[in-house]
């Protein structure tokens, strides 16, 4: 993700006592988690080689290359993951955080934190815990607005009235090459099972109200899907009201540069533009070949 105004410290953040954590499947890259203080939960990935934490030790690349032998697995972050964590966020001075998590349609991450929220009441921490009925750039661009919001002075009281704000108007269209590594993960959810291999039909996703995943469209062939994408996010866009724009890929580079210019000069009214690659948690349900678009209103 990039393109976002402003800068914070960390030493910003402890005096207004408000950190925002988010998991491994915001796919918010490294330097921006960093420059906002971001703390993340990685989930876990299973395969033949091991078990390793997502953006820790494994990665999108390595998703890939083993995809070709085998269909690895996602778990929940490990609870003492999230103990640890929990345990910095003291200890870097805050007294209250929001954590911002993956769509429960999806994994049990956001339940797994909300458990959390009275053991850390009893150390001090008030804790707020959100499900963003979304992933990817969804759940990373809401992380990274409300870092904004706080670093410019927001309150932990507005601070999540506008989460609320932010999970609503924020929407993700994506396309997968293929829907078979989301039949093998389990992850089919709404999606109609005639899209993805006949003719060369490519779904469009989307995120249902659940949670879960729905199938929104579908074009023949790669070539308009980016067109697709941009014509998707034209029948949400609300002339006058103030927004972002988010685009992602996974394993498609080339072409996530060419749909982050063409999204860019069809809606060239953004605040922030996000840019993101596709994890290797999300990478075990999509495969390579992805292509996301969005956008996320403001007010």
């Known amino acids: 993700m990039k393109n976002v105004s402003g800068r914070m410290s960390r030493k910003d953040v402890i005096r207004r006592s408000i950190a925002v954590i988010t998991d491994s499947c915001a796919d918010i890259p490294p ?10 939960l990685p989930l876990q ?6 078990v390793f934490r997502d953006s820790v030790d494994i990665h999108p690349d390595d998703i890939y290359r083993i995809q070709k032998q085998e269909m690895p697995g996602s778990s929940l972050p490990l609870g003492s993951d999230l103990e640890q964590l929990l345990g910095r ?7 209250q955080a929001i954590a911002l998590m993956m769509s429960s349609g999806l994994s049990g991450t956001y339940n797994l934190v909300r458990q959390a929220i009275e053991p850390a009441a009893e150390h001090g921490l008030t804790l707020a815990v ?3 009925m979304t992933s990817s750039i969804g759940t990373g661009a809401i992380a990274l607005q409300l870092s904004q919001y706080i670093a410019n002075g927001m309150g932990f009281e507005d601070s999540c009235l506008e989460a609320e704000k932010l999970i609503k108007g924020t929407t993700v269209f994506f396309s997968v090459d293929t829907l078979e590594f989301l039949r093998k993960g389990g992850r089919i ?8 291999s006949v ?6 996703l989307a995120f249902a109200e659940d949670g879960q995943l729905t199938s929104v469209a579908k074009v023949r062939g790669r070539k308009m899907v980016q067109q697709r ?3 998707l996010v034209q029948e949400r866009y609300q002339p006058g009201r103030r927004f972002n724009l988010m685009v992602a890929d996974g394993g498609a580079p080339e072409e996530g540069k060419e749909l982050e210019k063409k999204l860019g000069k069809a809606f060239p009214g953004f605040e922030n533009y996000f840019k993101a690659n596709i994890g290797a948690t999300l990478s075990i349900y999509t495969g390579s070949g992805v292509l996301g678009a969005a956008i996320q209103y403001l007010d």
């Open 31 to 40: 330097e921006l988690v960093k420059q906002y203080g971001i703390y993340i």
């Open 45 to 50: 990935i299973r395969c033949s080689e091991g």
């Open 89 to 95: 966020v003291l200890e870097d001075g805050y007294t």
């Open 130 to 132: 959100f499900d963003t």
């Open 189 to 196: 959810g709404k999606i109609s099972a005639m899209a993805g």
């Open 199 to 204: 003719l060369q039909i490519k779904p469009i």
């Open 229 to 231: 994408l941009i014509e």
